[in-house]
C-alpha cells in the first residue's frame, strides 16, 4: 500500500515566524489532502490539494504529483498555529505520522 | 450543527464487554470512514462506506469489529469482547464524491478499556 513520509516530525517556531512541512508519498496518490489537528483531537481541513498550489490566509499548500510531494507552508505563525499537522491521500486516506509544531510567543 | 457528529464522545468499558459507536456524517454525502488513532500516531484506516455498501475493511481489523450503515445515512461501529489493546480515538469522516472531495472529520469517540 501506499506509504506517507513526513518531515519534520517534530517543529518549534517562535511567533511570527515561518515554516514548511513536507509529504512524500511512495507513489501516485488522488485526493491529497492536508489537516490540522487541535490538541482537543479534532481534525480540521485545511486543503484538498491534488496538483497545483492553494493559499487560504497565512497558509498555503503546493503539490507535485509528479514527483509525489506536498509542502505545507504557514507564514507569520501564530500560537493557535500548533498542534499536529498530517497529509493524507488515495481514496481510503493513508495518513502519514504527523508533524508537532509548537509555537511559542 | 450540519458537521460530523460523533456519540459517545468518551466511553469507559471492561474488558470484554461489547462497545458501540455512532457516526451522523455530513446529510447527503454519500461516502463515509472509520479510522482509528492511537496517541503519537495518524488516524488508521478501519472501513469505508458508499451510501450503504461497505467497500472495504482494512486487514488490520478483526473480526471483533464489525461496521454498518444501513440505510445509507448514519453508520455504527461495534467492537465485540473488547481489549485493552482497543483503546483508543475512533474517528468517523464523510465526504460526497465528485464535489470537491473535501473530507471532514467528526470529534472523535474516546474508547479505554480497563
Redesign the interface.
Known amino acids: 500500500g501506499i506509504q ?1 513520509e513526513q518531515s519534520p516530525p517534530d517543529l518549534i517556531l517562535q511567533e511570527g515566524a515561518n515554516s514548511t512541512l513536507r509529504c512524500n508519498f511512495s507513489d501516485s496518490v488522488n ?1 491529497l ?1 492536508w ?1 490540522h489537528q487541535n490538541p ?6 485545511l486543503f ?1 490539494i ?1 496538483s497545483g498550489t492553494k493559499q487560504n490566509g497565512r497558509l498555503s499548500a503546493t503539490t507535485v504529483a509528479t514527483e509525489r510531494y506536498s509542502l505545507l507552508y504557514i507564514s507569520s505563525s501564530q500560537t493557535t498555529d500548533s498542534g499536529v499537522y ?1 497529509c ?1 491521500g488515495g481514496d ?7 508533524t508537532i509544531l509548537r509555537v511559542k510567543s | 450543527d450540519t458537521g460530523v457528529s460523533q456519540d459517545p464522545r468518551h466511553k469507559i468499558t471492561k474488558r470484554g464487554q461489547n462497545v458501540t459507536f455512532r457516526c451522523d456524517p455530513i446529510s447527503e454525502h454519500n461516502r463515509l ?1 472509520w ?1 482509528r ?1 492511537t496517541l ?6 478501519l472501513t ?1 462506506f458508499q451510501n450503504e455498501a461497505q467497500l ?1 475493511k482494512s486487514r488490520l481489523l478483526s473480526d471483533r469489529f464489525s461496521a454498518e450503515r444501513p440505510k445509507g445515512s448514519f453508520s455504527t461501529l461495534e467492537i465485540q469482547r473488547t481489549e485493552q489493546g482497543d483503546s483508543a ?1 475512533y ?1 468517523c ?1 464523510s465526504r460526497q464524491t465528485g464535489s ?6 467528526g ?2 469517540s ?1 474508547l479505554t478499556v480497563v
Do not use: D, H, R, S
Request: avoid cysteine.
Open positions: 506517507v485526493n489532502q489537516f482537543w483531537g479534532q481534525l480540521i481541513n484538498y491534488p498530517f493524507a481510503k486516506l493513508v495518513f502519514g505520522a504527523g | 470512514y479510522y488513532q503519537g500516531q495518524g488516524p488508521e484506516f469505508y472495504e480515538m474517528l469522516a470537491g472531495n473535501t473530507i471532514y472529520f470529534e472523535g474516546w
